[in-house]
């Protein structure tokens, strides 16, 4: 979960077909830790994310030439987040993340009609908070997924799976462009920055992108979203119309005290920002 394979390359085989430890003092001392500190799993997840090698970068060409499968641990191994780190980040990104810990199972947002024909029974979504509540409580049925998981490789639950297997696939920029749950995020995610910043765009989008990616725009990127954010300014100036209808995805509405064109427009520049791989992998 945290390096994107495992001391021991398959643990869905720890029997003699399977790999050995590639660092089995490592391993060894992880577990003395993990039980020595009473089962510390938050304790634990705190050391490996406080840890030299998890604060490497993965962009070193070097270390990619010498040692391809980085079994010396020479960079962090780029991975993507999974699909439900996927949601939970743009509703924590637009404020919407419900952080309630424990309850009954949710029904977010889904394509209608996707429960129907064989797989049998209807969905009814739920309303207000529920919405908005982290992907953990997500209902599903076991061999039906919710499908905007299964695009970024959530298993069926039919079987046990140890490790998922990791795609990129154009589907997925179509979930992240398109998917109510996540057009409805990025426009709340556009009416936070608006409040915050006010007529500063600079400062707008170089949060926006900070957030997203962990690091400041370079210029070159920054004058590209500045400059697809006063083309689309100027759509939604001209058709107030088509504005109102791109705010008006999903139950939460935006904030009608604030510019409605510049939230929309902002909007557009989020949803782009989300879909750079900076903002959907761990590097």
């Known amino acids: ?56 970068s993965s962009l070193n060409e070097v270390a990619q030439a010498v040692d391809g499968e980085n079994v010396l641990l020479t960079r962090y191994p ?5 699909a439900e780190m996927t949601r939970d980040q743009v509703l ?27 797989s049998g029974g209807s969905y009814k979504r739920d309303n207000g ?3 908005y509540r982290r992907s953990l409580y997500t209902y599903w049925r076991r061999t039906f997924p919710p499908p905007n998981m299964m695009i970024f490789d959530t298993p069926q639950r039919s079987v046990c799976t140890v490790q998922r297997r990791n795609s990129l696939t154009p589907l997925q920029a179509l979930v992240l462009m398109n998917d109510k749950q996540y057009a409805k995020g990025y426009k709340i995610f556009a009416q936070r920055l608006v409040k915050t910043y006010g007529d500063d765009i600079d400062a707008r989008f170089v949060a ?13 990127e920054l004058k590209i979203l500045i400059n697809l954010y006063k083309q689309q300014l ?35 520049v989020v949803g782009v920002v989300m879909n750079i791989d900076e903002a959907i992998y761990k590097y």
């Open 208 to 220: 926006c992108f900070r957030m997203a990616t962990s690091r400041m725009p370079e210029d070159a």
């Open 92 to 118: 924590v990104h637009s404020g919407l993340l419900v952080d309630q810990i424990g309850g009954r199972s949710v029904k977010p947002y889904l394509p209608p009609g996707v429960w129907t024909g064989a």
């Open 78 to 82: 780029k991975n993507r987040l999974s």
């Open 129 to 131: 908070d529920k919405l």
């Open 1 to 56: 979960m945290i390096f994107g394979s495992g001391i021991v390359s398959t643990p869905q085989d720890f029997g003699n077909q399977g790999h050995l430890p590639s660092h089995p003092e490592l391993l060894d001392w992880l577990a003395k830790y993990f039980v020595s500190h009473d089962w510390d799993l938050k304790r634990l997840l705190k050391t490996m994310l406080l840890s030299g090698f998890y604060r490497q």
């Open 234 to 268: 100027e759509i939604y100036k001209a058709d107030p119309d088509q504005t109102k209808q791109a705010l008006a995805v999903g139950d939460t509405q935006v904030d009608a005290t604030v510019a409605m064109a510049q939230v929309a427009a902002s909007a557009a």
